[in-house]
């Protein structure tokens, strides 16, 4: 199967989940056999419309802003040209022209929040689409019910509906855009590579200090909404220290490392006896109020990836933390430090327990949360599209 994969608002390569997630999975598709190309955002403007190479798969870099009409105060003009002067149409010839130079069996759409293009080309082409939207990005920029958000969401109700399939992360998200775009979407969930996050020897140069103690671990950003000083003062008084990956932050009883490549992040949550992800969508002020009304709808890879590590976690009990993590892990109430220090006491003192419920945790990623496992769903939805 030939597969034309446009991530346009994505640089490839590039340090966040965004990258993770679409490299994983292609490298999984091609795994299967299948034949992978690469349409992304240039991160310089020489490498506009220019071919690379990246691991073994062709990577096409461009510069498309296809923005929802009408155009924002604060847009900057060359997105204001590109959607004035019906750059889309244009960008349409391209890709049906690659398209048919290719012999492309199916177009995979990762969603920003831009006019989606795959529609409208596969429509052009006579090939199915496949559009996968993770995250609410209109309802998070102009809230529900605001004219802004009225008016652009005719233009994504009609670009969703062009797509021969919509694919979201979770339940949630499921129930969010169903509802503000008329779609029937799927939901194929997020994964960790278990080959590159697997249990190792801990080694321990550099981190003398941490020999000998209960670690407990966190990766990724240090947004409010991560939750990471909360993290930090539950810890306090405790008999643990902490490893902070993704940030850097004062630690009295620990440390933190900073960012690192996401190739090295297995090597440090190797340290760590526990680990952490104290989610605290109540802090995020700009997306609360959705949370409220919803949940949270996201579906992170950090948990996934600790589970593959064979750690115990804890988690806030939020969105459908609780369902990935029963049995391998312990859960609290959003914004309820002591439940947190409790949490981590608990396991702290209990070796057995935490190995017990570090050795489920791979087990679930091996059974239904491997990236190998999520590209065979994404495989039988496009063989039910082509097929």
């Not at 194929?188 to 671990?217: H, T, Y």
């Not at 605290?280 to 590590?309: H, N, Q, T």
Request: glycine residues 8%; charged residues 30%; proline residues 4%.
């Amino acid at each position: 199967m030939r597969i034309l994969y446009l991530a346009l608002q994505q640089e490839f390569p590039a340090p966040h989940a965004g990258f993770s997630h679409v490299y994983s999975v292609i490298k999984s598709l091609r795994k299967l056999g299948h034949e992978v190309i690469v349409v992304c955002k240039a991160s310089r403007r020489e490498d506009i419309w220019k071919w690379k190479n990246y691991d073994g798969f062709e990577v096409l870099s461009t510069s498309l802003h296809l923005d929802y009409f009408p155009p924002t105060v604060n847009m900057p003009y060359e997105r204001i040209r590109q959607l004035m002067t019906l750059e889309i149409l244009r960008a349409c010839a391209k890709f049906k022209k690659l398209v048919e130079d290719r012999k492309i069996d199916i177009i995979h759409e990762r969603h920003d929040m831009r006019f989606d293009i795959s529609g409208l080309v596969s429509k052009l082409s006579g090939i199915p689409s496949v559009l996968e939207v993770n995250s609410p990005f209109l309802e998070e920029c102009f809230g529900e019910g605001s004219v802004g958000y009225m008016l652009r969401n005719i233009t994504r109700r009609a670009s969703f509906k062009l797509s021969s399939s919509v694919v979201v992360q979770t339940g949630i998200l499921k129930k969010i855009i169903d509802k503000n775009t008329g779609v029937n979407s799927k939901v194929i969930k997020n994964g960790a590579d278990p080959e590159m996050f697997r249990p190792l020897e801990k080694d321990f140069k550099s981190f003398e200090f941490l020999k000998g103690s209960v670690v407990v671990g966190f990766s990724g950003a240090f947004k409010p909404w991560h939750g990471v000083d909360m993290l930090i003062e539950a810890s306090k008084g405790l008999d643990v220290k902490l490893l902070l990956i993704g940030g850097k932050v004062q630690v009295s009883n620990g440390l933190a490392v900073g960012a690192i490549p996401h190739e090295e992040v297995p090597r440090y949550l190797n340290l760590c006896d526990i680990l952490v992800a104290p989610f605290a969508p109540s802090k995020d002020e700009k997306r609360k109020e959705m949370y409220k009304r919803y949940g949270m709808w996201w579906c992170p890879l950090k948990i996934f990836e600790y589970m593959a590590m064979e750690k115990p976690v804890i988690s806030s009990r939020v969105g459908e933390v609780p369902e990935y993590l029963e049995g391998a892990g312990l859960t609290y109430e959003e914004g309820d430090v002591e439940g947190l220090r409790d949490a981590i006491e608990k396991l702290s003192k209990d070796k057995e327990l935490r190995e017990r419920l570090g050795r489920r945790g791979r087990e679930k990623v091996l059974e239904h949360y491997s990236w190998d496992k999520i590209a065979k769903d994404t495989e039988r939805l496009y063989e039910e599209l082509i097929f």
